[in-house]
C-alpha cells in the first residue's frame, strides 16, 4: 500500500465482516455530482466509464481539462454533505446486516475528505467505522480481516476493487453493486466469481445466505 491505514479505531468482534464501498454503493455519488457539475455550467457527457475526458463546458461545448475535472472531483468531495444522498435502500439493509455482523465502511477517496463524510454517514445513521484511502482495497480488507475464521462480504461497484479483493482475500464474498445509468452501462463487467445484484435487498439476502452456509 502507498499510504498508511490507520485501522485502530477499527474494533472488530467475533461476527461475520462486510467490508463496504461507500460512492454509489452506500451514497449517490453520480446523479449528484451531475447536479454539482450543472451549477458550476459544466455537464457530463457519459461516452465512457471516466469521468476526464467526458464533462463538457456549457459555454464553448469543449471538453474540460484533465486538472480541472480532478480539481471538480476534490471540491466535490469537499461539498458532499450539501449533495450526495443514500442509494436506494442502503440505510435499511446496512442496519439489518450491522445486527449480524460487523460492517466497515471502505472508501476509494482522499483521506483528508473522511471528516465531511464521517458527518453524512452519521446524519444518516449509518455509524460503522469508515476508512478512506487512495490504495488498493484488497490489501486493507486482508489487513482487517487477518486470519480470522469467519465469513466476509465484500459489496463494491467497481470491478478492480474486486480484483484486488479477490486476489488479497480469496475466501471473500464478492458482491457488485452499482447505479443502473448510462456512464454504467460501459462500465467493465466483473469476472464470474462476482456475485452481481441490483439493488441493496438482493445484496443483502446474497450476504446473508453467505454467512448462514459459511
Not at 469543449?62 to 472531483?73: E, F, G, K
Amino acid at each position: 500500500m502507498s499510504e498508511i491505514i490507520d485501522l485502530a479505531h477499527v474494533r472488530l468482534t467475533d461476527r461475520p465482516l462486510v467490508v463496504c464501498d461507500v460512492d454509489d454503493v452506500v451514497l449517490e455519488f453520480l446523479m449528484p455530482f451531475q447536479r454539482f457539475l450543472d451549477s458550476l455550467g459544466h455537464r457530463l457527457e457519459p461516452r465512457s466509464y471516466r469521468l476526464h475526458g467526458n464533462i463538457i463546458s456549457t459555454i464553448d461545448q469543449q471538453p474540460l481539462a484533465d486538472s480541472l475535472v480532478t480539481q471538480l472531483i476534490l471540491d466535490f468531495f469537499e461539498a458532499q454533505e450539501d449533495w450526495q444522498t443514500p442509494f436506494g435502500n442502503a440505510v435499511t439493509s446496512l442496519k439489518a446486516l450491522g445486527m449480524q455482523a460487523d460492517v466497515v465502511f471502505l472508501t476509494a477517496m482522499p483521506p483528508r475528505y473522511t471528516e465531511m463524510r464521517r458527518r453524512l454517514l452519521d446524519r444518516l445513521d449509518l455509524t460503522f467505522p469508515l476508512l478512506a484511502t487512495e490504495s488498493p482495497k484488497g490489501p486493507v480488507v486482508r489487513q482487517m480481516h487477518g486470519r480470522r475464521d469467519l465469513p466476509l462480504a465484500f459489496i463494491d461497484d467497481m470491478a478492480h476493487n474486486h480484483v484486488s479483493v479477490a486476489d488479497s482475500v480469496p475466501e471473500c464474498l464478492l458482491v457488485h453493486l452499482m447505479p443502473q445509468s448510462d456512464m454504467h452501462k460501459h462500465a467493465p463487467k466483473p469476472g464470474p466469481h462476482v456475485v452481481q445484484v441490483t439493488d441493496w435487498h438482493a445484496a443483502e439476502r446474497e450476504i446473508s445466505r453467505h454467512f448462514l452456509g459459511a
